[in-house]
């Protein structure tokens, strides 16, 4: 049947509606409760815990070894809504603050992240916030918050009808529901009081008593929060004129309660709110003037003095409240707003208020560095939760950024391969420190010593050991990554504290798409951008960081990116050039283990061309050995080998068959670099070749020489690598580049 597209809307709006039940009465609120009382009074903190957990934790590669990455944190970048990179470590932190939080049913500290500028503080905390926002749409994180209603006409002798009407006979046992026509007034309770604080509190621990035992397994849950606080001020005022109109009829009182289904919003301000440093960060009182609604009220409830109370704790409550730059605050108010964390209520005139809110604060470095030199600060420190929120150490993770901004950017020119990725290294690279022989064993001093940053970088991010390093130093390295990465960890001078920022780097990137010089943002392009960068120290406070060895030394640290991006171009080029048809490499790789299995063994091979099962070629095994870097007896090496994968097998049960490239990527390395050393003279001759094509001179070329050059030139122009014809000739000639200061680095070595 065919609906109009006004229709479905309509339909899916009424769904929604009555999906969400917008408005209940008190007796609605309680069967609710009886089911399930942790969801109607769980607190901010609490809440704040589930909206964690509802999205769910998987594991990513980490520094040493897998890390747990929240979905919270990863967004919804399809509707705007941007991932956090990495910071695992800090998601970590934080989950764990809130969550003992949670258990212990009260957070008496403020959660303070701090890091470098520009590390991503905030936008954790705006996921945090976005988290809240849509988990308070989702049926298990429903809040409902307290509202009077005051009908039309109300029983008699009471005072608290309008105009002194009479109340008809079938009087209703709540008024939640009344047609706005019979409604005289309304009052919103603006900090939004859990209604279920109508009850009593000296009734409340029976009354949870009785749900818990049809739900015990709440009981791990803390409900402190529901037994200590209660309704606002304002909103006690009420309840007690109610309660003495009637007589202490308590059954009455919650007829004029009125439960509405509440929504996180940033945009409105509704139990997620960010205030900046100039702002005042309060609750202040203001008498409710006489607008609309209050000239409704019954004579009764005119007479008291009914305030509301306002300011960013007001609009934060039973949410989280943000303190952007919280250090950049006068002394006296951080001092306020720490005593207000830890108590956990504010004064506003006299009247005491209960705050139900997770403040959360972001502070930079060098401000916290100040704030630790006061002689306050020990006071301070207790009421503050530290996060750590670094420069990311990771090229994997970090690339991203410059990924997102590379495509933007590709909309308009064309954008070379290994943009995003230099980027990221160089980026890493300058946030690297030198590890300090000190920190460990003896017998490692030299392999520390030794470590570039870009082997750093390398083994950060892929787990990759410098090739130069033999079997027994490389298992060493490896299992030296934890240590590495915690070195400076527990120190003020943290790796990630200082380098290049995400921002400085975009800015370079975007820099480099608007060179005169440059056709295209190809990596030529991009390399010339960061030698300005790093040409004025007085610019970039990562240039003014002292150096040791070649860490933190830029020019020494690019030109180490520099390398590795012409280690990428290189192989793009070699493989552009076919000179063995696609996958040959990895074909040979992977036969050769199953021969020297085979050989050590003493079993048999299948020949995938006659199908007949052969013992292991010599030959074959002889051709790849020559290509690995095998020092000592091949016997030796080859039963090592074999081994390794046997103990990789018992390991990895269901890998079938095994990925010989991800068990060797040394060998596998090893194996191409040593393939093209053996035609080196052909490669850099076709590259002369290709950087000849399109000039007059090509056409000299004998027509197998123009065939091959046309050839590669056609392959690095494919969609993959990418290239286009300007940035394919000025990759070739970083190739040749690269190629040339080998022999240089190999002869001067
Ligand atoms: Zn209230
Ligand atoms: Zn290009």
């Known amino acids: 049947m065919e609906t109009s597209p006004s229709d479905r809307i309509a339909r899916s709006v009424a769904q929604r509606f009555a999906g969400d039940r917008r408005l209940l009465t008190f007796d609605d609120l309680l069967a609710e409760f009886s089911a399930d009382p942790y969801l109607l009074v769980r607190n901010a903190e609490q809440y704040m815990r589930d909206v964690i957990e509802h999205g769910g934790s998987y594991a990513v590669p980490g520094i040493g070894g897998e890390v747990t990455r929240w979905r919270l944190f990863d967004g919804a970048p399809a509707d705007g809504v941007a991932a956090l990179i990495g910071q695992e470590e800090a998601q970590r932190d934080v989950v764990e603050t809130i969550s003992a939080a949670a258990r212990e049913g009260r957070l008496d500290r403020m959660i303070v992240l701090h890091g470098p500028n520009g590390s991503g503080k905030s936008s954790l905390v705006e996921l945090l916030q976005w988290g809240l926002e849509l988990y308070s749409h989702q049926p298990d994180g429903a809040l409902y918050a307290l509202r009077w209603i005051f009908p039309r006409t109300a029983p008699e002798g009471t005072g608290l009808g309008f105009g002194g009407a009479r109340a008809a006979d079938d009087e209703p046992d709540s008024y939640a529901l009344l047609e706005p026509e019979h409604v005289a007034a309304r009052i919103v309770c603006e900090l939004r009081c859990n209604p279920l604080f109508v009850v009593p509190d000296s009734e409340r621990p029976a009354l949870l008593e009785s749900a818990l035992e049809r739900r015990p397994q709440r009981r791990s849950e803390s409900f402190r929060h529901y037994l200590d606080s209660n309704l606002c001020p304002r909103c006690k005022q009420i309840y007690e ?4 109109a009637y007589h202490g009829d308590w059954r009455r009182v919650v007829r004029h309660v009125q439960v509405e289904r509440i929504f996180i919003s940033r945009r409105f301000r509704s139990g997620a709110v960010v205030t900046q440093p100039q702002g005042t960060a309060d609750a202040q009182l203001r008498m409710v003037s006489g607008d609309g609604g209050l000239a409704g009220l019954p004579a009764h409830l005119q007479s008291l003095p009914l305030f509301e109370v306002v300011g960013d704790l007001a609009d934060a409550n039973r949410g989280v409240l943000e303190f952007s730059d ?59 939760a530290f996060v750590r929120v670094p420069y990311l150490r990771e090229t994997g993770k970090e690339v991203a950024v410059y ?16 943009i995003a990725e230099t980027c990221a290294l160089f980026a890493v690279l300058t946030r690297l420190h030198q590890p300090q022989q000190e920190h460990y064993p003896p017998h490692v001093h030299g392999l520390v010593h030794e470590l570039t940053p870009l082997e750093k970088a390398l083994l950060y991010a892929e787990g990759r050991v410098p090739d130069r390093l033999d079997g027994t130093n490389a298992r060493e390295l490896r299992s030296l990554v934890p240590r590495l990465r915690d070195e400076y960890r527990h120190t003020t001078w943290y790796e990630g504290r200082v380098g290049a920022s995400v921002r400085e780097m975009r800015a370079a990137l975007m820099q480099a798409a608007v060179r005169d010089d440059a056709a295209c943002v190809s990596p030529s392009a991009l390399l010339a ?27 020494a640290l690019l030109r180490a990116a520099t390398h590795e991006l012409g280690v990428w171009i290189l192989a793009d080029v070699q493989q552009a050039m076919a000179l063995v048809p696609e996958g040959e490499y990895d ?153 040339r200061d080998e022999v240089s680095e190999g002869s001067s070595a």
């Open 241 to 244: 004129a109610l309660l003495s």
């Open 326 to 384: 919280f250090l950049k605050r006068n002394l006296e108010l951080s001092k306020y707003l720490l005593q207000t964390t830890e108590k956990g209520f504010v004064t506003v005139g006299n009247l005491l208020l209960d705050l139900d809110v997770v403040f959360l604060a972001t502070a930079n470095e060098r401000h916290l560095e100040a704030f630790k030199q006061l002689p306050e600060f020990a006071s301070f420190q207790a009421r503050m």
């Open 403 to 418: 990924r997102s901004i590379a495509a933007e950017m590709a909309r308009s020119r064309h954008v070379g391969p290994h």
């Open 529 to 555: 951008e960061l030698r300005d960068m790093i040409s004025d120290p007085s610019l970039y406070r990562f240039l003014q960081v002292e150096a040791q060895g070649t860490y933190h030394d830029a020019a």
């Open 587 to 739: 074909r040979r790789f992977d036969t050769y283990f199953q021969h020297v299995v085979a050989k050590i063994q003493g079993s048999l091979v299948r020949d995938p061309n006659t199908g007949r099962r052969e013992p292991a070629d010599a030959r074959l095994l002889e051709s790849v050995e020559r290509l690995l870097p095998i020092t000592g007896d091949v016997d030796t090496y080859r039963s090592d080998l074999v081994s390794r994968i046997g103990a990789h097998a018992l390991d990895h049960p269901d890998e079938q068959p095994i990925d010989f490239r991800k068990l060797f990527p040394d060998l596998h390395r090893a194996m191409r670099r040593n393939f093209f050393e053996d035609r080196r003279g052909l490669v850099e001759k076709v590259q002369r070749h290709v950087l000849l094509y399109g000039s007059a001179s090509f056409d000299d070329l004998g027509a197998d020489d123009r065939a091959v050059a046309a050839r590669t030139m056609e392959n690095l122009t494919a969609e993959t690598p990418g290239y286009c014809a300007h940035c394919a000739k000025d990759a070739v000639q970083i190739a040749l580049d690269h190629l």
